[in-house]
């Protein structure tokens, strides 16, 4: 088997997920509670916490757990607008986030908040002097992705956080989800206030997250309840989850950058065999490209009939993200960067983790050759 769909979700690492069980058998506490068995719960979660702060280069009070990137978004967005509503009503974000954040976004507007879209490029990519034409006196918020969950397009967030320094009452809030641990950055020298990132995007466990709110910074809470994280998430902590996202953090640290180059060259090797397939157009961008996801169309086949196609060699790949895949539209980050309406309904998704190979790559190009040369011939 070859999975090459790493954005949708990775495959967990073993010794996270056997740190999972053995808190989670072992260590069952509730970190509330007055008793011992409670104090090794809250002990652990303090430990992990520690860990993903010092990963992130911050520190241990700015980390909540979360259930996730879709969690830690609403979180940071909504939280960030309930809080400061009689500030200002305007957000900023871009036309190509994540339902996470665009719906979130949404919501809100409803709720009678304004909100910019901003419009991307042919590469994906926003322009930093258009987010700073889009600030209003009334501007709270401005949210944006590091890297495209589609394509693979890098966001101009270092520009973005130098803009936002002029302007100290707007706050910044990054969605790392698929930049974390492959696309360096820095979370202190960025003046970013909220930044979410989801432990099943790094061969941590689904469920598991971790939102930083930059000390000073503040929200309204979601969830009401028994004040767990510091009055900021309520609900009984996930220890073990939050155990197996440091450590998953910690693991996906530690092969970064070693990874990340092997990435690039198997993404690099992917892009010259792809492109020499007739009638495949590749649609994710050469600079500015986190080194994990290649997206590419395949003019004038359905995307959904190859990839299970493909399936039946074993290739695991996905239309675009794991999210719109099944409603069967077209990628909304493709039609913004102005790819024709076919061209984007044919469009696949290859994503890469640490632990894909160059043999792998190799198969899957002859594998997509052969695929896409058996379809062609049906069609004919
Ligand atoms: C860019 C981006 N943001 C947010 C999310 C949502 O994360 P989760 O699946 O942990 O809710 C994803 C997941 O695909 C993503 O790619």
Redesign the pocket.
Known sequence: MIYFDN???TKPYKEVLDSFLTVSSEYFGNPSSLHGLGGQAEKLLSQAREQVAKLLAVKLSEIYFT???????NLAIKGAALLNKNRGRHLITSSV?????RAAMEQLEQEGFEITYLPVDATGRISAADVEKAIRKETILISM?????EVGTVQPIEEVGKIVKNYPTILFHV?A??SIGKVPFSLTENNIDFC?I????FHGL????ALYIREGARIAPLFSGGSQERKMRSGTENVAGAVALSKALRMTMEKSAAGTERMKKIQSMLRTGLNRIEGITINTPIENAAPHILNFSLNGLKSEVFIHALEQREIFVSTT???SSKKKSPSKTLLEMGVPESAAESAVRISLSFDNTEAEAATVIEAIEKTVNQLRKVMN
């Open positions: 954005s949708a979700t259930s996730g990137g879709t969690e830690g978004n986030e994540h339902p996470s954040v992705m590091h890297v495209n969950n969605d989800i698929q979410s989801s432990g099943h995007k689904k469920g598991t997250g993200s794991a999210c």
